[in-house]
C-alpha cells in the first residue's frame, strides 16, 4: 500500500489553529498545577510538585505543532517555558522511578531535537537511560505512592530485556514509547526504539482480547476506551520509527492493524468512541476518540491503513472540535481512573472539561493532521534566519537536509555569475539551467566589480543584481548569494576593490580589524537595497548567504560578518561558508552557519606537470569524510580529507562540485562529461543531500574597467594563477554563452533523479559497502570510474527490489542516448561558423617566440603585452551573422578583437577559441584574431591535458598525457 498524499480538505477548523489554542492554555498555567482558564475538573495536576505524564504529553506535541506550523514566536515561548526546570524548578523532573514519571524527560528531548540545547540533551537521555537500569535496593521506586512492585519481580522483567518499570497497564505503552522514541530520534540509536518496541511485543502478547481491542489490566476484563488509546498512539508512534528489519516490527503491525479495524467498526454515528471501546451504553468520550483518530491518521499518513481510516479521522476530529469551548479546552474526558474487575466503576467515572488527558491527544491528532512530515531519526532543525514567506511556505535546514513545508528534498544547485554573463542573456541561461535539473542560483557579488572606484557605486546593466534576482524568481528558482567580502572566483584580488587592497596591509584584510569590517560595512550596506525586495520573508527567492570564502577563520572573524549581515539586514533561511579548510581554533555556536563543502575532479591551480597528481583520484571513491584534499592547495596549507568534529552535526551539502574546471596559464585541462556525473554520485551514495555545482554556466570576465579583470600572478593580493583576460568558461554543463554542452544532460538526468526520489533518499544515510559502493535505504550507488585512470569505468544509481538491484540511472546509457551527440556536444541552434587558421586571411605571420618566465608563485606566466608584436594576425569573415563563431589554431594563446577592442581569448589545449557572435558591438566592422607562437620553455614549464579522443591508447595508459 503507498502512502497517501496529505491534503485534508474536510477539516472545519484549521489543527494550526486549534494547536496554537490548546498551546496558549499551558502557557496560561503552571506546568507542575494544570488549572488553565475554564478548566473544570475534581484536582490538579502535580500537586505543585512534578510535571503530570498527560501536561508532559501534551507540551511535547506542542513543540512538534508550532514547529510544523511555521509559528516560531510560539515555538520558542514552549521552549523557554521550560527553562526553571533547569535550575529553580528542577523539581519540575519527579525524580522517582515509575513509568507515568519517566515520561516527563520527553520534554527536554524534543527541545533538544529542535534547539541542539546540550543541557536538554542531557537531562532527557538520562531518564530514558535510567528506565532500562538494572534494578537494586534504595532506588527512588514509586511504592510508595502506588503500584508496589516487588524488587524480585523488577529484576526477572529486567534479565528478560525488559523494563524494571513494567507493570502491564495500557497506558504504559505510551509513556515508554514516546520517551525512548524521542530518545531514538535525537541519537540515532536504534536500542532505544528496539527496547520499546520488545517491550510492546510483551503488552501485545498478554492483554490482548480475540476482537483485537485489550483489557485495561490482566485482572480488568474491559476495553477502556483511553487505555486502548494509548496504546493504539504507541503502536502507531512505534511503527513511525522501527526500522524495517526489526524483528518486533512484524508483530506490531499485525497487532496495529487488527486493532485498527476493530476501533473502526465501533465509531459511533457522532464521530467519536465510547467509555469503553464495545459498549454501546457507555457514554461518548473525548480523550479516547482523539487518541484512535491520531492513530487512524498516523496510519494512513504510513499507508499501513486504508483511505477509510483517514475519513474516520477526519469525522473524530470535526466532532471534538466542535465541543470545544471558547478557551480551547475539550469537555468530556474521563478523569483519571485506576483499574477494577467493574463495569460500573468505568461507566461512572466522572467528566472534566480541559482535562490535560483529554487536551494532549487533541494536539497529537492536531499534529497528525497538519499532514507535514515528521523529523527522521537523529534529524533536528537548525535554527537561522526567518524561513516563513508571506503564503506560509516555511523552509527550514536540518541537521539532515532542506525541508520545504516540512517536506524532505534534495536541490540541485548550479553558480552562473550575474555580471560575467550579459543582462540580454539572462532569462535564457536560467531557463537553460532549471531544465537541466537545477532549482536554486548561487552567484558571487564580486566587490571589484560594483565599486571600481571608491564610493561610486555600479548596480547596472550586467551588474544590476536587483534585475537578476527578479529573472531569478519568474523563472520559479532560489537563489543563495555569496557576498564575500572575499570571493576569489578566478577574479582580480578575489574581487577586492584595488583600492582596499592599496590602502591596508594583508593583516588587515580579511580580518576584524575595525578598518577592514567599515570597510565592508559600506559596500553591504549599499548592496542590500538590491536584495531586499527578493528576501524569503519578502517573498523573493533568496534563501541564502554565504559570508566569504576558502577562509582559515578564526571563527569570531565569521562570526563578526554575520552579525554585520544581520545587522544591515540580511534575514535569511540560511546562512553558510565554506567547510575548507578547517577553522583555526574551536568553532562555537552550532549552527551559526551552515558548512557547504566541495570537490573537484582536477584543479588547474596545482604545480605538478601531469594528470591527476595528488588526492583527485579520491574525488572518485565514495568515503564518509566531507573534506576535500585538492581545494585551493595552492593558497591553502596542504589539506587533508579529514572532517572536523562538528562536520557530521550538519547536512552535507556542497557547493563547489566541479561542473567543470578552467584552464590556468601553466595547467591547461580538458574535462570529460562523466568526470562531474560521477562526482555527483559518489556524493550522493555518501550522504550529501544537496549537489551544488561550480561553475553550472560559464561566463565572460568584464573589460569595461580597461584592465585585466582576471586573477594573475602579477596581482598584488590573489596571485596564485595566471587565467585567461575574458573567458571564464570553466568547461560548464552550461557554457559561457549558454549552451548545453558536456555533461549538461547526464546532470540533467541526475536532477531529475532527486526531484523523484529526493524526499524518500533525503533522510537515508549511507551504508558504505566499499570505496566503490554504498546503499542509502533501498538505493543502491556504485561507481569505478575515474577520470584519466579508468575512464571506461561504470556510474550507476540502482534501486533494491526483491534482493536485486534495479539500474535506474547508468551513466554509460546516458552518454549513449542520443541526446549526447559526443564528449563536446554543444546543441547550438543555426549553423556555426567553423574556420581553421589556415582558411583565414594572414595579415602578419608570427614573429620570434618569447621566452616563457616563471612567475612569483612558481608556475609559468604568460609573456607580457609587449610579446604580442609577434603574434600572427589573421583577419576574420564574419558577415554579420549571429551564430557561434569557432577557430581552430595551434599555439600558445589567441585573442579575438573587434574593431581593436578585446572581446575573447584563450589558452590553447586542443579545441578551438568559440565566440558567440550576437555580443559584438553593434556595428563592428572587423574581426582580428591574434595566436600567440609557442615560446621558449613551454614544454617544460606548461602542461597540456589533451581532451580524450586526441590522447593515444598508450599515453592514457600510462597516465602520461603529452606534454608540448
Known amino acids: 500500500m503507498t502512502a497517501l498524499p496529505f491534503l485534508i480538505a474536510t477539516l472545519s477548523v484549521s489543527p494550526a489553529d486549534v494547536s496554537a489554542k490548546l498551546s496558549e492554555q499551558l502557557l496560561s498555567t503552571s506546568p507542575d498545577s494544570y488549572s488553565p482558564q475554564g478548566y473544570r475538573a475534581p484536582k490538579t495536576y502535580g500537586a505543585h510538585e512534578y510535571i503530570h505524564y498527560s501536561v508532559a504529553s501534551l507540551w511535547v506535541n506542542a513543540l512538534e505543532c508550532a514547529r510544523l506550523s511555521g509559528d516560531r514566536a510560539l515555538e520558542k515561548r514552549l521552549v523557554d517555558f521550560f527553562e526553571p526546570a533547569y535550575g529553580e524548578k528542577s523539581a519540575w523532573m519527579n525524580g522517582y522511578r515509575h513509568v507515568d514519571m519517566a515520561i516527563v524527560g520527553a520534554i527536554p528531548l524534543e527541545i533538544a531535537i529542535l534547539t541542539g540545547d546540550e543541557r536538554a540533551k542531557k537531562l532527557g537521555l538520562r531518564y530514558a537511560d535510567r528506565q532500562w537500569d538494572e534494578p537494586r535496593e534504595g532506588m527512588d521506586w514509586c511504592e510508595k505512592l502506588y503500584d508496589p512492585i516487588p524488587l524480585a519481580e523488577r529484576h526477572a522483567n529486567w534479565e528478560k530485556g525488559y523494563s524494571p518499570e513494567t507493570r502491564l497497564w495500557l497506558d504504559d505503552m505510551y509513556m515508554m514509547t514516546l520517551l525512548q522514541g524521542k530518545a531514538y530520534r535525537l541519537t540515532g540509536e536504534r536500542k532505544y526504539i528496539e527496547r520499546a518496541a520488545k517491550e510492546m511485543c510483551l503488552y501485545l502478547d498478554r492483554l490482548p482480547r480475540p476482537d483485537g481491542l485489550f483489557n485495561h489490566a490482566p485482572e480488568a476484563p474491559f476495553a477502556w476506551g483511553r487505555g486502548n488509546g494509548w496504546l493504539a498512539a504507541a503502536m502507531a508512534m512505534n511503527l513511525s520509527d522501527l526500522p524495517v528489519d526489526s524483528p518486533w516490527r512484524a508483530p506490531i503491525l499485525e497487532g496495529y492493524r487488527k486493532m485498527m479495524a476493530s476501533l473502526l467498526k465501533w465509531q459511533r454515528s457522532d464521530g467519536l468512541w465510547g467509555q469503553l471501546v464495545d459498549d454501546p451504553e457507555s457514554y461518548s468520550e473525548t480523550s479516547a476518540t482523539a487518541m484512535f483518530a491520531y492513530a487512524f491518521a498516523e496510519g494512513a499518513k504510513a499507508g499501513v491503513l486504508g483511505p477509510e481510516y ?159 534576482l527578479s529573472e531569478v524568481a519568474k523563472a520559479g528558482m532560489w537563489a543563495i548569494v555569496r557576498i564575500g567580502p572575499w570571493d576569489h572566483g578566478e577574479c582580480r584580488e578575489g574581487g577586492l576593490p584595488d583600492w582596499l587592497v592599496e590602502r591596508y596591509p594583508r593583516k588587515v584584510l580579511r580580518s576584524r580589524d575595525r578598518r577592514f569590517m567599515a570597510e565592508v560595512e559600506k559596500f553591504w550596506t549599499r548592496l542590500f537595497p538590491e536584495v531586499e525586495m527578493h528576501l524569503w520573508k519578502n517573498g523573493g527567492p533568496l534563501i541564502g548567504v554565504q559570508l566569504e570564502n576558502e577562509s582559515s577563520g578564526p571563527w569570531e572573524y565569521y562570526m563578526a560578518l554575520k552579525d554585520l549581515a544581520v545587522k544591515i ?156 583576460i575574458v573567458s571564464y568558461e570553466f568547461q560548464a554543463p552550461v557554457s559561457e554563452f549558454g549552451e548545453p554542452q558536456y555533461g549538461y544532460w547526464l546532470l540533467k538526468a541526475l536532477g531529475d533523479f532527486c526531484r523523484e526520489y529526493g524526499e524518500e533518499l533525503a533522510v537515508e544515510d549511507p551504508v558504505f559497502l566499499s570505496g566503490h559502493e554504498t546503499k542509502r535505504g533501498r538505493f543502491v550507488f556504485h561507481n569505478d570510474y575515474v577520470r584519466r585512470l579508468n575512464p571506461e569505468g561504470e556510474c550507476w544509481i540502482g534501486i533494491e527490489k526483491d534482493g536485486k538491484v534495479e539500474r535506474i540511472l547508468d551513466g554509460r546509457a546516458l552518454m549513449a542516448a542520443p541526446r549526447v551527440c559526443g564528449p563536446y556536444c554543444t546543441c547550438t541552434a543555426g549553423e556555426n561558423l567553423m574556420f581553421s587558421v589556415k582558411d583565414l586571411k594572414l595579415l602578419k605571420p608570427a614573429g620570434a617566440a618569447p621566452k616563457i618566465a616563471m612567475g612569483p608563485n612558481k608556475a609559468a606566466t604568460p609573456p607580457d603585452e609587449s610579446a604580442w608584436e609577434g603574434a600572427a594576425v589573421y583577419e576574420v569573415p564574419f558577415n554579420g551573422m549571429a551564430n557561434m563563431l569557432e577557430i581552430a589554431y595551434e599555439g600558445d594563446m589567441a585573442r579575438l578583437y573587434a574593431d581593436g577592442m578585446l572581446v575573447q581569448d584563450d589558452f590553447w589545449k586542443g579545441k578551438p577559441l568559440r565566440f558567440a557572435l550576437r555580443r559584438l558591438p553593434a556595428g563592428t566592422r572587423k574581426l582580428i584574431l591574434k595566436v600567440l607562437p609557442w615560446g621558449e620553455g613551454a614544454k617544460e614549464s606548461i602542461f597540456i591535458d589533451l ?18
Open 569 to 724: 539586514g540580511f534575514d535569511v533561511p540560511m546562512y553558510t561558508r565554506t567547510g575548507w579548510p578547517e577553522l583555526n581554533g574551536t568553532e562555537g555556536d552550532f549552527g551559526a552557519m551552515i558548512p557547504f563543502y566541495g570537490d573537484y575532479a582536477e584543479g588547474f591551480w596545482d604545480r605538478e606537470l601531469k594528470s591527476m597528481p595528488g588526492g583527485y583520484r579520491n574525488s572518485f571513491i565514495m568515503k564518509s569524510a566531507r573534506t576535500s584534499s585538492v581545494i585551493a592547495t595552492d593558497l591553502l596549507d596542504a589539506q587533508t580529507a579529514e572532517d572536523a568534529k562538528e562536520a557530521v552535526k550538519y547536512p552535507y551539502f556542497t557547493c563547489e562540485l566541479g561542473g567543470g574546471m578552467a584552464s590556468s596559464y601553466h595547467r591547461r585541462l580538458n574535462m570529460e562529461p562523466m568526470d562531474a556525473f560521477a562526482m555527483s554520485v559518489v556524493k550522493l551514495g555518501s550522504g550529501s543531500n544537496l549537489p551544488g555545482y561550480y561553475m553550472y554556466h560559464g561566463g565572460s570576465n568584464p573589460t569595461d574597467a580597461g584592465v585585466n579583470m582576471a586573477e594573475s600572478q602579477r596581482g598584488k593580493f590573489t596571485n596564485w594563477n595566471d587565467l585567461p
Open 947 to 964: 581532451p580524450a579522443h586526441l590522447q593515444t591508447a598508450e599515453t592514457c595508459a600510462e597516465d602520461a598525457v603529452a606534454h608540448l
Open 310 to 468: 483517514l475519513a474516520a479521522a477526519e469525522r473524530a476530529y470535526n466532532a471534538l472540535v466542535a465541543k470545544l469551548d471558547d478557551f480551547g479546552n475539550i469537555p468530556d474526558v474521563c478523569v483519571g481512573t485506576g483499574w477494577k474487575n467493574s463495569r460500573h466503576h468505568y461507566l461512572s467515572r466522572p467528566k472534566a472539561n480541559g482535562d490535560p488527558h483529554g487536551q494532549a491527544p487533541m494536539m497529537w491528532l492536531c499534529r497528525a493532521l497538519m499532514g507535514r512530515p515528521a523529523l527522521s531519526v537523529g534529524e533536528r532543525i537548525i535554527p537561522q534566519g526567518s524561513c516563513v514567506a508571506p503564503n506560509g511556505d516555511r523552509l527550514e535546514v536540518t541537521t539532515k537536509c532542506l525541508r520545504l513545508d516540512g517536506k524532505a528534498m534534495i536541490p540541485l544547485m548550479g553558480e552562473i555569475h550575474y555580471s560575467r554573463v550579459p543582462r540580454e542573456e539572462w532569462a535564457r541561461s536560467l531557463k537553460t539551467m532549471k531544465e537541466g535539473g537545477i532549482s536554486i542560483v548561487s552567484t558571487y557579488v564580486f566587490w571589484n566589480h560594483h565599486e571600481w572606484n571608491e564610493g561610486v557605486f555600479d548596480f547596472s546593466g550586467n551588474r544590476d543584481l536587483n534585475a537578476f
